[in-house]
Antibody, heavy 117, light 108 residues
Framework: QLQLQESGPGLVKPSETLSLTCTVS??????????WGWIRQPPGKGLEWIGS???????YYNPSLESRVTISVDTSKKQFSLKLSSVTAADTAVYYC?????????WGQGTLVTVSS | EIVMTQSPATLSVSPGERATLSCRAS??????LAWYQQKPGQAPRLLIH???TRATGIPARFSGSGSGTEFTLTISSLQSEDFAVYYC??????????FGQGTKVEIK
């Protein structure tokens, strides 16, 4: 059973870069069947797709965040990562990593990242 | 960008009754539509993909229909564990995708 786990700081200062990592277990991050991605949810609000990556490194970003987002993959560590630069309070959210074949079928438990000085 | 609009925002239903949730896309997404259930403090769970295909382990009381711009999620007989927030998501230009704003199904 595929499992995903987010890790990273829970508090980031305004204007700095948010960095999170997702570790994949129970399956191959290099499978051609999956895309991997990041989705966030501000407190009390809905879901927002941030971006997706294939094991080969091909990336796809939400146009509204594209100028600030970088997603990368390290197949040797079975991890993929999110970097979001120049954060503001509006970036405070629960960040989920997820995996997909058709629809996001696999999710991490989510990690709350608060942007505050 | 394709905008997904869900209605109603809140649906009050009694246990055992039928619930019908709607999702509309601003342009055609063919059958590239998924539904998710989210309970407080939990990650979303995939219910339906391809507009009408139940994900693994999802009970038969959940069904999806529609194509193009109009979609429906039906819960045939609400159980206590079904009270949650439901999101639709289009993935017509996979692996990109946009979510609807959600429908909260609450106990009447």
């Amino acid at each position: 059973q595929l499992q995903l786990q987010e890790s990273g700081p829970g508090l980031v200062k305004p204007s700095e870069t948010l960095s999170l990592t997702c570790t994949v277990s129970g399956g191959s991050i290099s499978s051609i069947s999956y895309y991997w991605g990041w989705i966030r949810q501000p407190p009390g609000k809905g879901l927002e797709w941030i971006g997706s990556i294939f094991y080969s490194g091909s990336t796809y970003y939400n146009p509204s965040l594209e100028s600030r987002v970088t997603i990368s993959v390290d197949t040797s560590k079975k991890q993929f990562s999110l970097k979001l630069s120049s954060v503001t309070a509006a970036d405070t959210a629960v960040y989920y990593c997820a995996g997909t074949t058709s629809g996001w079928g696999y999710w991490g438990q989510g990690t709350l990242v608060t942007v505050s000085s | 960008e394709i905008v997904m609009t869900q209605s109603p925002a809140t649906l009050s239903v009694s246990p055992g009754e039928r619930a019908t949730l709607s999702c509309r896309a601003s342009q055609s997404v063919s059958s590239n539509l998924a539904w998710y259930q989210q309970k407080p403090g939990q990650a979303p769970r995939l219910l339906i993909h391809g507009a009408s295909t139940r994900a693994t382990g999802i009970p038969a009381r959940f069904s999806g229909s529609g194509s193009g711009t109009e979609f429906t999620l039906t819960i045939s007989s609400l159980q206590s564990e079904d009270f949650a927030v439901y999101y639709c998501q289009q993935y017509n230009n996979w692996p990109r995708g946009t979510f609807g704003q959600g429908t909260k199904v609450e106990i009447k």
